[in-house]
């Protein structure tokens, strides 16, 4: 958490509450970061099982996946099974009292349901709703489902990742949800701003395969420029040069030579190559991207006659940017990673205690909330029913009829 001299101030969300109908990674990812930022999030979960992720595993903590744990913190749970018409009831009267809700399911899959946009403004007009779909509900796609490993490989990304003589690689992690997770809260904060502003809620209609699109960068931008389709480069920069993975003598080191002065100090000073420096084929990035092959010959060979701590010493007292290759192990129990703190030991109800990943927003005087373990499947059914008005008798008959499900212990 940011150091400041200034008393905290509640967390940017504190008092406001999400419903989250959402599952798997891209909706809990949204719902996560509005709980860090203070928000009350509500966890509506079928009482048969829950999250499809509490069960993608191993491993597991005390029989909650790793999987759900990443993405389900600072959370309540209700089990409520909505396909009858009690849940829905359950579910309109906690929707008058919601600032936000977030759903993924298929476009128009909630309609059946009452529980649509249309139907739910008429409950609450402040309402922001958010849908998370593979390709928007404006889409000849819409009712196509949205996997973030088609999604990589529809949206062009695939197409840039792994080695330039093999086969198209995926990135390690979900990232085509993760993006969406994140542009999904970025909406959900703006729709609320507007709604204080003038007291009207919206829909947001969020796709994966926008996101992935957008998030193309670059990489888009210069195929809009150029007409051309990027190559791959493996490890390498389409157009910045040394931007690489190299083996030294002991081990593999990142470069990643950000502009002329850079090259010069590279091949002068660490390599001992002023001749380097001086060929009019490296002299500029655009040239030495010309001449991509040649240089990087140059640079292998010497790279690997030296250990890796000779390089990265060098070019950090340099200002080059470098880097060692971190296994995930290495990089989370990292100093740095330390003294964020990135990593949070929090109780957990079955598991004791648990690791997680904390959030990397760091406020000066609205901090985030304390991480709170995700929820137990149904763990706050009861707490959350009461604070809607149902007494203990009307909470045991929607258990008995099987609208609530039994909290997990």
Not at 86 to 97: F, H, K, N, P
Not at 183 to 194: D, F, R, T, W
Not at 304 to 333: K, Q
């Amino acid at each position: 958490m940011t150091k400041s001299a200034e008393t905290p101030r509640p967390a940017p969300l504190a008092g406001r509450r999400v419903l989250d109908l959402s599952r798997v990674l891209a909706g809990p990812w949204c719902t996560m970061i509005l709980g860090d930022l203070g928000a009350e999030v509500v966890k509506v979960e079928n009482p048969r099982g829950g999250d499809d992720t509490r069960g993608w595993g191993p491993p597991f903590a005390a029989g909650e996946a790793a999987y759900y744990l990443c993405a389900n913190r600072n959370k309540k749970s209700l089990a409520l099974d909505f396909s009858e018409p009690e849940g829905q009831a359950i579910l309109r009267s906690l929707a008058a009292d919601a600032d936000i809700l977030v759903e993924n399911y298929k476009a128009g899959g909630l309609g059946k349901y009452g529980l649509d946009y249309a139907s739910l403004a008429k409950v609450n007009p402040r309402l922001v709703y958010c849908s998370v779909t593979g390709y928007g509900h404006a889409s000849p796609l819409a009712a196509r489902p949205g996997y973030d490993y088609v999604i990589q490989a529809e949206g062009g990304l695939m197409s840039v990742t792994g080695p330039a003589d093999g086969a198209p690689h995926k990135v390690g992690v979900a990232v085509a949800d993760l993006f969406t997770g994140m542009a999904a809260a970025q909406a959900c904060l703006a729709g609320l701003i507007a709604a204080d502003r003038d007291g009207r809620g919206q829909h947001i209609d969020m796709a994966l395969y926008d996101s992935q699109l957008a998030m193309l960068a670059n990489v888009g931008s210069a195929y809009l420029v150029s007409g051309k389709e990027p190559a791959r480069y493996g490890n390498g920069h389409a157009t910045v040069l040394p931007y690489d993975l190299f083996d030294a003598a002991d081990g593999q080191i990142v470069v990643a030579v950000g502009n002329d002065r850079q090259f010069r100090v590279f091949a002068e000073v660490l390599m001992k190559r002023p001749d380097l420096a001086a060929d009019a084929r490296f002299a500029t990035n655009a040239v030495r991207v010309e001449n991509r092959d040649a240089l990087l010959s140059e640079l292998r060979r010497e790279i690997a006659g030296r250990p890796a701590d000779y390089w990265i010493a060098g070019m950090r007292e340099n200002g080059i940017p470098c880097g060692e290759v971190r296994s995930v192990g290495e990089a989370l129990t990292a100093p740095e990673t330390e003294a964020r703190d990135m990593v949070r030991r929090v109780p957990h109800p079955a598991a004791g205690e648990i690791s997680l990943v904390g959030s990397p927003l760091k406020f000066g005087a609205t901090p985030v909330v304390e991480p709170r373990a995700p929820p137990l499947l149904g763990q706050h059914s009861d707490e959350i029913l009461a604070g809607a008005g149902y007494n203990d008798n009307a909470i045991a008959a929607l258990r008995a009829d099987g609208i609530v499900g039994a909290a997990r212990s």
